[in-house]
């Protein structure tokens, strides 16, 4: 940065039990610290109940200086805060695929990661996926989504996507509602791990043996995904180097670079315990 120091600023809404819970945000700020740290800057984080509340927080910031530039997540279609930011004069970096022009953006390759991740249950012999989602209106969302539908059109899969908002009771709620559909799912795909664990302890106290009667498969890796029991597979993204990625994307923009599109760390998956052969009847 051409000043060095500074605050900048990373506004989460939800409930602050469910961040805390989060490996993801913990991780994401830790790879931004880490490249912040050396020109005397660092993250400042506040978490709102709902996007109103994050819209205030802007203005705030924008009023008295608080911070010289944001990192906006959780991107959603006709996503208002770019705008916003831009009235307000507040530097920004968008994490994902929003269409915003005039924005530094980084992006992960969410489509290819689901991708991915049908062709090896596919290649497993799974013919019926479920996947409990998080939040329809996010951009990153709509991509798994797209991609799953494309890549299981190409490989004979059918697929049945419940609605989740990353937290346990959904993934609970969401593993039940698949698992009572016809046909029945013989794998299921998890937007967040905190879903995923719930739902798989949920599995196991009712006598439902994973994977030997349905595999599970989540979307981004964790320690609570190493911990759980059987140990959950998952499409793994390094969240502490998008976190430095984003910082850095962070410090160019302060520098005045134009803005670019800077690619995410790629997706791999992690096969474990949980994902095996479809079930012989």
């Known amino acids: 940065m051409t000043e060095p120091g500074g605050l900048i600023g990373l506004v989460l809404t939800g409930s602050a039990a469910r961040v805390g819970v989060e490996p993801f945000f913990m991780e994401l700020i830790g790879g931004m610290e880490e490249a912040l740290a050396p020109h005397g800057a660092t993250v400042l984080l506040l978490v709102v109940p709902d996007l109103e509340a994050e819209l205030a927080t802007y203005r705030r910031w924008a009023g008295d200086h608080t911070v010289r530039a944001v990192v906006v997540v959780n991107l959603v279609h006709d996503d208002v805060r770019p705008s916003k930011l831009a009235e307000l004069g507040l530097p920004a970096v968008l994490a994902g695929r929003a269409e915003a022009p005039g924005f530094p953006r980084v992006v992960t390759d969410d489509a290819g990661a689901m991708t991915t991740a049908i062709e090896m249950l596919a290649s497993l012999g799974h013919r019926v996926i479920g996947r409990v989602s998080g939040p329809a209106d996010l951009v990153h969302t709509a991509e798994r989504s797209a991609a799953m539908h494309t890549a299981a ?88 180097d998008h976190g430095l990625t984003l910082a850095r994307a962070v410090l160019a923009a302060l520098d005045g670079a134009p803005a670019a599109d800077h690619p995410g760390p790629p997706i791999r998956v992690l096969r474990r315990e949980s994902t095996g052969p479809v079930p012989v009847s």
């Open 153 to 240: 059109g190409r490989h004979g899969v059918r697929v049945h996507i419940v609605e989740g908002d990353y937290g346990a009771e959904a993934g609970v709620r969401g593993v039940l509602e698949l698992l009572s559909a016809e046909p029945v799912p013989t794998a299921v795909v998890f937007d967040n791990d905190v879903m995923a664990v719930a739902a798989e302890q949920e599995l196991i106290r009712a006598g439902v043996p994973v994977p030997e009667r349905v595999s599970l498969l989540v979307y981004d890796d964790s320690p609570l995904c190493e911990l759980a029991v059987p140990p959950l597979s998952a499409l793994s993204i390094d969240v502490h």
